[in-house]
């Protein structure tokens, strides 16, 4: 049976985000990237998140293991404006609890187009 895929798009997990988590395809756009992110956060997949993160910007690790209580909810994509032809910008508010209390992470993130893949570098939070 099919899953849904946790970055909200109406397709299942292995024809969405999945080609692009193991490794078959990149993410054609920033906005699929970031998609791609969020579901790695849900599932864990430190190893795909690491990789798609601009070397530049890239912390040393993640340790999502230790971050085992975060349980993400739901992705709303707000806005996606392409810069120029390799620099790109995502608006989105991903919805997550920790502990049963409901957070929220509304980030501007910045991508760039590099030997044809799509990376995050950074981005800006937004205030509650």
């Given at each position: 049976?099919?899953?849904?895929?946790?970055?909200?798009?109406?397709?299942?997990?292995?024809?969405?985000?999945?080609p692009y988590l193991e490794g078959?395809?990149?993410?054609?756009?920033?906005?699929?990237l970031m998609r791609s992110r969020?579901?790695?956060?849900?599932?864990?997949?430190?190893?795909?998140?690491?990789?798609?993160?601009?070397?530049?910007?890239?912390?040393?690790?993640?340790?999502?293991?230790?971050?085992?209580?975060?349980?993400?909810?739901?992705?709303?994509?707000?806005?996606?404006?392409?810069?120029?032809?390799?620099?790109?910008?995502?608006?989105?508010?991903?919805?997550?609890?920790?502990?049963?209390?409901?957070?929220?992470?509304?980030?501007?993130?910045?991508?760039?187009?590099?030997?044809?893949?799509?990376?995050?570098?950074?981005?800006?939070?937004?205030?509650?």
């Amino acid at each position: 049976m099919p899953s849904p895929c946790p970055c909200g798009a109406k397709a299942d997990l292995a024809h969405c985000c999945g080609p692009y988590l193991e490794g078959g395809e990149p993410a054609p756009s920033a906005e699929a990237l970031m998609r791609s992110r969020y579901t790695a956060y849900t599932l864990g997949r430190e190893d795909y998140l690491m990789a798609t993160w601009h070397p530049a910007h890239r912390p040393d690790a993640l340790n999502l293991a230790a971050d085992g209580a975060t349980k993400w909810l739901g992705l709303e994509v707000k806005t996606c404006h392409s810069v120029d032809a390799s620099h790109a910008t995502v608006e989105f508010v991903a919805r997550y609890k920790i502990g049963g209390r409901a957070h929220r992470l509304h980030e501007t993130s910045r991508f760039v187009l590099l030997d044809g893949r799509w990376l995050y570098t950074d981005g800006d939070i937004h205030p509650k």
